[in-house]
């Protein structure tokens, strides 16, 4: 596998460092690494039982089929309006709070009330939806985790037809800017009229291969 380095850096910089594969001991903090090369499978493909000889297919012998393969993982601090964008710009988030954490997929307003909607895994292994209220106190501050992919990065000097106006605005109407955005075409986002994607359809995407990731 070839070896990524950092702009400005050569190989005489850096050593090669062995990975044991075990299910045991502190391999998980070097995730970002294993994702970015060669993806996720769930546990169908290569069951978490023991360790496999064998990566290039799965279990049974069938092809592969990894999924988020380029993503790494990205650390975070910040309040609830940080979650917030983070769920708008990169899918679920992990959240670390005074209980422990939770995978945050979106939030929604009932009864007047703005509450995060959010995934646990119980105690029997089964994944759990609940829900809570926003925090009442101010300046409450979460650590976690997002995954995201570098080589998907949006230029907004260059957005597609469907690039998100939460992501990189709209420009002003009658302007070059106006006149080059591909999005202010017919059906585009930033067309009159236009429907707003709701963020549970943002979210979405990544909820299924991100449980498998973080818990």
């Known amino acids: 596998i070839p070896r990524i380095l950092p702009p400005g850096e050569t190989e005489e910089e850096f050593e090669p460092k062995i990975i044991s594969q075990t299910c045991d001991g502190t391999g998980d903090k070097y995730l970002s690494y294993g994702l970015r090369q060669g993806g996720v499978v769930d ?20 092809e592969i089929s990894p999924q988020l393969v380029g993503y790494q993982e990205g650390a975070f601090k910040g309040d609830e309006n940080t979650t917030k964008d983070l769920l708008i710009h990169f899918g679920p988030v992990l959240r670390f709070t005074q209980t422990g954490y939770e995978l945050v997929i979106g939030w929604e307003r009932e009864e007047e009330e703005n509450r995060w909607v959010y995934v646990i895994e119980d105690d029997y292994g089964d994944y759990r ?55 202010t075409e017919k059906g585009g986002v930033c067309s009159s009229g236009s429907i707003k994607a709701t963020l549970s359809m943002i979210v979405a995407v990544l909820i299924i291969p991100v449980l498998g990731i973080f818990f």
């Open 129 to 183: 939806i609940y829900t809570e209220p926003f925090s009442i106190l101010r300046d409450v501050y979460y650590g976690g985790y997002v995954l995201l992919n570098p080589d998907k990065a949006v230029d907004c000097n260059k957005p597609n037809f469907d690039t998100p106006k939460d992501i990189c605005d709209c420009p002003e109407e009658e302007t070059d800017q106006w006149n080059e955005d591909p999005r």
């Open 43 to 62: 546990s169908l493909c290569i069951p978490n039982t023991q360790v496999p000889s064998d990566v290039t297919k799965c279990a049974d012998g069938s």
